[in-house]
């Protein structure tokens, strides 16, 4: 156990929808990082956030958006759902300085039908 | 942008022999940590090793051992006396050394373990 939770672990919607995956961090952990898995683009980075503020941007689309709320739990929204947004979301986290390994959590499975 | 490339989609091994997994990346920064990652059926990303750039000494976690080849930017994982239990996607990962960096992965190499 990586001590990074995930909400929820199954997740099944239609086309058009919107839908929020959420995030808690290991204790004491600052930062929080957002991926997908598609069997298209394999594992690539989206967000990071770093205590509430956003860090980096990596391939993340225009419908997602993130934020990170003062309890430092994170939260992954995507709108307008496509087919091709179906994957795996991981969240992981790490203490947010160099050097930091990142745990991750179990993911959220997203089919969009 | 860093790159990260897998050339073997597949792997499969006899149980007690070793396996080595390769990995390239492609970078101009010189500091930077690189990673193998499992990701067993589950679907659990595990880390299985770290390597940071600035050390010459090939990390080394119990039975799994890197050959890092810092100049020919190559990070292969050998696994000894291979377990049914490794049986898992393998993804190798690049970091840059700067706070918070993301992670880069490369796209995975399935292996398998035969009994």
């Known amino acids: 156990d990586s001590g990074v939770t995930q909400t929820p672990k199954h997740l099944i919607t239609a086309t058009g929808q919107r839908v929020t995956l959420r995030c808690s961090p290991r204790s004491g952990d600052l930062s929080v990082y957002w991926y997908q898995q598609s069997l298209d683009q394999g594992l690539q980075f989206l967000i990071q956030y770093y205590n509430g503020e956003e860090r980096a941007k990596g391939n993340i689309l225009e419908r997602f958006s993130a934020q990170q709320f003062p309890d430092l739990h994170s939260e992954l929204n995507l709108s307008s759902l496509e087919l091709g947004d179906s994957a795996l979301y991981f969240c992981?986290?790490?203490?947010?300085?160099?050097?930091?390994?990142?745990?991750f959590g179990p993911g959220t499975r997203l089919t969009v039908l | 942008a860093q790159t990260v490339t897998q050339s073997q989609p597949e792997m499969s091994v006899q149980e007690a022999e070793t396996v080595t997994l390769s990995c390239t990346y492609d970078t101009s920064e010189n500091n930077y940590y690189l990673f193998w990652y499992k990701q067993p059926p589950s679907r659990q990303m595990i880390l299985v090793i770290r390597q940071e750039a600035y050390k010459q000494q090939n990390a080394t976690e119990n039975r799994f051992s890197v050959n890092f080849q810092k100049a020919a930017k190559s990070f292969s994982l050998k696994i000894s006396d291979s377990q049914l239990g490794d049986t898992a996607m393998y993804f190798c990962a690049f970091m840059k050394e700067t706070s918070g960096s993301r992670l880069t992965f490369g796209e995975g190499t399935q292996l398998t373990v035969n009994p």
């Open positions: 992981a986290s790490s203490g947010g300085g160099v050097n930091n390994e990142q745990f």
